[in-house]
């Protein structure tokens, strides 16, 4: 996973807690199996069915698709502000691929694809982003964490499960943690990632690298040449992989999920990906994003190589695409048919969970809002 030289470590007695770094080197290795060509590197290329590539293929086609429509109903007014997935199709596809339903999907608001993958409704991201907290639930998905919106949160949710799972003796099943690359600013995160070493609890970090803190480049954000280089720090084995590369996020994540259920603890994946729109649908990214910069990562589009890919292996063609796309489109809009069509949600359903007993001020509240969609609806 990572290539490291390490000499043993030289302790002076005098000082017992020093530590002589000067014989120790470590390497980030960087690990690409499909190139923005399509073309594959066949030494490693992973053993995968047919059956497992199209359904790879499937989930990334329709996370693009469902992303798109999200846009437009917010655009149209008929959803809330969102965050767009394009272009980082790969990077939890990829990954969740490599997953067991018994694995414990831990992810940030960018794993679209993943989450489809996972089983999740498409009509549940409709919900969600008109603000019914019914779109993060799901029968099937217990073992898959609703969108985490606060920065680098989720990373200590994530730990926390694993330990739980240690402590139970689970030998058949780990966690996979989805978090940007701005995540890595926060100090959430760096405890997470020392909690995860300290005691090695079975925990996969996917970190996608997609350039960008909203309007914050990378290379603003942190000195380090990598993002991967950061699990040095914490003695957990780090790789950079391409992250538009589905086979590579597939491999490396089924094999740090190999290493972690078998009792070697955490490793942290960086995925160097892009993020082809807008960081949420209230950012204005022509303001500060370089067009060139955005038309190179363009032409290295997940979607594509993996077509491509596909096509040169011949199981896919112009005809499988097209009953793909028509396949699609119709799930879409039978998606938004039934999200449009529910009118049972409590619309003073927020006031329950303030506190877990009844509060008199937010029944007053409660009241007065009632009140006030009574009057709405009277004037109407």
Not at 84 to 97: M, N
Not at 220 to 227: C, G, W
Not at 297 to 323: H, M, T, V
């Amino acid at each position: 996973m990572i290539a490291k030289t390490c000499e043993p470590h030289t302790v002076d007695r005098q000082q017992p807690y020093a530590l002589d770094l000067r014989e120790r080197t470590f390497k980030i290795s960087h690990l690409q199996i499909l190139d923005e060509h399509g073309n594959l590197d066949a030494e490693r290329e992973p053993d995968l069915s047919t059956e497992d590539l199209i359904s790879l293929y499937r989930a990334m086609v329709l996370a693009r698709a469902v992303d798109q429509r999200l846009l437009k109903l917010q655009r149209q007014g008929r959803i809330g502000t969102l965050p767009l997935c394009t272009g980082q199709e790969a990077a939890s596809c990829g990954p969740v691929l490599a997953m067991t339903d018994k694995d414990w999907f831990v992810g940030s608001y960018r794993e679209l694809g993943g989450r489809l993958m996972r089983g999740e409704p498409i009509e549940n991201g409709f919900l969600l982003y008109n603000g019914y907290e019914e779109g993060s639930v799901f029968p099937g998905g217990e073992r898959t964490l609703p969108v985490s919106i606060i920065i680098g949160a989720q990373t200590l949710h994530a730990v926390g499960i694993a330990y739980a799972m240690k402590i139970r003796g689970e030998t058949d099943s780990a966690v996979v943690c989805f978090l940007g690359d701005g995540a890595t600013s926060e100090g959430d995160v760096h405890e997470a990632l020392n909690f995860a070493s300290v005691w090695q609890v079975p925990v996969v970090f996917v970190c996608a690298n997609n350039h960008w803190a909203i309007s914050l480049p990378r290379e603003k954000q942190t000195h380090s040449r990598t993002l991967a280089q950061k699990a040095i720090a914490y003695d957990i084995p780090g790789i950079q992989v391409d992250g538009n590369d589905a086979l590579a996020m597939y491999q490396v994540t089924k094999d740090a999920l190999d290493r972690a259920r078998a009792g070697g603890g955490p490793t942290f994946v960086e995925a160097v990906t892009y993020r082809l729109m807008m960081h949420t649908t209230s950012d204005d990214p022509s303001r500060y994003q370089p067009p060139e910069q955005l038309q190179a990562w363009e032409a290295r589009d997940p979607l594509s190589r993996f077509k491509s890919y596909l096509e040169a292996k011949g199981i896919w063609n112009d005809e499988r695409q097209a009953d793909l796309d028509a396949e699609i489109k119709q799930q879409i809009e039978d998606a938004v048919k039934a999200f449009e069509a529910r009118k049972d949600f409590k619309p003073d359903a927020p006031f329950d969970h303030v506190f877990g007993t009844k509060v008199p001020r937010i029944e007053e509240q409660r009241a007065e809002f009632l009140d006030e969609l009574r009057k709405e609806s009277t004037d109407a």
